[in-house]
């Protein structure tokens, strides 16, 4: 994505090999989490004690309700003491602000939240702009995550991973007439 690369500048730019896989352990074609893993090298005398990282994911519905979209899981913690691994275990969560219609396709969010041709400044892709924008999302993703451990130590590479859990979880919609009438009885 060039674009991006252009608006921080290559000096600011590290290489990352990021690996993501998707799990079904019970092969019920139905993922039970993600896994995903970033290695980040360092240079001579480079210590990493924050991480922030956004964690893009595509939902697809297809039930009762059909819905397409981006959503997004923030991984990030602080620490005084330089780290090694940071490790993040978390359900995957979908929220949504009101019941979703049963009518047709939902794509408004199937676009990117960082959409290249939005992008006109580095403010365009901070934290800050990126969470006020998303948090207004009537549908959105988020990462539970209860369980982060940090590896202190130093070394050539810093190493993030995240586990993902995709919990079965209850979606809210507005039924159509002939649904309403036949639960009525």
Known sequence: MPEYNDLIGSKYLTPVLIKASEIDVNRDDIVDYFNITM?????????????????????????????????????QKDSPLPGLEYHVIGDLMFR???????HGYRTKYK????????????????????????????????????????????????TVSAKARVPVQTILYTPDASESIKWAW
């Open 111 to 158: 676009s990117s939240v960082l959409e290249p041709d939005q992008l006109k400044s580095i403010t365009d892709i901070k934290f800050q702009r990126i969470y006020e924008d998303y948090a207004f999302r009537n549908e959105s993703l988020f990462l539970d995550s209860p369980y982060s451990n940090w590896v202190p130590g130093a070394s050539n590479t810093f």
């Open 96 to 102: 949504q602000s009101g019941p979703l219609p049963i």
């Open 39 to 75: 290695k980040i090298p360092l240079q001579n005398g480079q210590k990493v004690h924050s991480v922030k990282a956004l964690l893009f994911f595509e939902l697809h519905l297809h039930d009762r309700v059909k819905l397409v979209m981006e959503g997004i899981g923030v991984i």
